[in-house]
């Protein structure tokens, strides 16, 4: 007989009756694949934070389906810290689109770190045909 707790809302775990171990979940087992940590907010994969799972996972593969790129993996380093824009930041900033809130910056529907991620992918997005733009 198999027993289901809930850990969370996107996850669970199967514990078997009679044994102390644990299936691993999903989200467990993703994790551990990729190497992709969780600080109980953000998942940390490759220098990278990503508020789903399903983000990094995403990235993750990405890195490991391109066999001219190396995946460096691993969780981001810590003790990032957001400084303002400074006002030729905010010129490329509204130039773009880019916008910052909170500490991040953000384009579309995507959270950044670095402005440096933010006006590339911006930059990317611009030389796309308008056809092929979300």
């Known amino acids: ?36 940590e969780c600080d109980g907010l953000r998942f940390h994969y490759n220098g990278y934070r990503y508020d789903k799972l399903a983000d990094a996972v995403a990235y993750a593969s990405l890195m ?12 981001s380093p810590r003790g990032a810290t957001f400084t303002s824009p400074t006002d030729d930041e905010r010129t490329l900033m509204a130039s773009l689109g880019i916008g910052h809130a909170a500490g991040a910056y953000r384009f579309g529907d995507f959270r950044y770190e670095r402005l440096s991620d933010a006006v590339n992918y911006a930059k990317l997005v611009r030389q796309r045909p308008a056809d092929e733009r979300d």
């Not at 809930?6 to 990729?34: H, K, L, V």
């Not at 490991?64 to 691993?74: F, L, S, T, V």
């Open 1 to 36: 007989m198999t027993k289901l707790h809930r850990q969370s809302p996107d996850d669970f775990q199967f514990a078997r009756e009679g044994t102390s171990e644990a299936a691993p979940s999903e989200r467990e087992r993703q994790m551990a694949e990729f190497r992709i």
């Open 64 to 75: 490991r389906a391109r066999p001219e790129q190396h995946d460096a993996g691993g969780p």
